[in-house]
């Protein structure tokens, strides 16, 4: 597993070089594809598991923060735009499979219900955690595209809590406040010039204000 991640720190490669280079590639590119579908299986059954019985401002802390940050990682690291797409797909997919496994199991409640209490809806919350991969994987990207993706990462971290804020639940404080935290930790992990960091501050909070006020007008 150590040397599929390794990096080679050699000059230009030949064909057999070339080739493992590859092989280490796809390796690589499989333990995300795990990573990613066991990682979300993993977050969301501990955290239908802890509904009901942890406090309000940890399960607002934990969800949806973890499942996003989550998928962010993995398509961040992909080997591709594609890759990047399909790692957060299986990360949503493992998400809603342990949720449905820990409902059941723990709680002994029907396999769907609850499901609908992300952000928007599940579909709108699955299709959240799926675009953070491909977005976050374009993040990485020095160039105006990679600008672009870099500021709707950060909004869409950002704007996870405003359901909670709209409904003045008493989750939207601790929503809010992890929103944040996601959100400048990004804009100083994934960038490096200052101007970056001021466009993807810019566009983060014009989509998570457009986002709030589209589930206001609904």
């Known amino acids: 597993m150590v040397w ?3 990096r080679s720190r050699h000059g230009p490669l030949g064909p057999e070089q ?18 990613a579908l066991a990682g979300g299986a993993l977050v969301g059954f501990i955290g239908a598991g802890l509904s009901g019985f942890a406090p309000i401002w940890m ?5 949806p923060a973890v499942i996003m940050s989550l998928a962010v990682i993995v398509g961040a690291g992909a080997a591709g735009f594609r890759w990047a797409l399909v790692n957060s797909g299986l990360a949503a997919f493992g998400a809603l499979v342990g949720q449905i496994t820990a409902s059941s199991a723990i709680h002994h409640d029907l396999p769907f219900d609850g499901l609908g209490s992300a952000p928007g809806g599940l579909a709108v919350g699955l299709t959240i955690i799926t675009l953070l991969g491909p977005l976050g994987y374009g993040a990485t990207r020095c160039d105006r ?23 003045l639940s008493d989750q939207w404080p601790y929503a809010l406040a992890t929103s944040l935290a996601l959100w400048v930790a990004f804009l100083v992990l994934f960038r ?13 909070l014009a989509y998570s204000v457009g986002y709030g006020l589209v589930l206001q007008a609904l």
């Open 4 to 6: 599929a991640f390794s």
């Open 18 to 35: 070339e080739f493992i280079a590859l092989d280490r590639r796809d390796r690589r590119s499989q333990w995300y594809l795990l990573v």
């Open 59 to 63: 399960m607002a802390i934990y969800d």
């Open 192 to 204: 490096r010039r200052f101007v970056d960091r001021l466009i993807g501050a810019a566009v983060g």
């Open 145 to 167: 595209a990679g600008g672009v993706c870099y500021g709707l990462t950060a909004g869409l971290l950002l704007s996870v809590c405003a359901d909670e804020m709209l409904a």
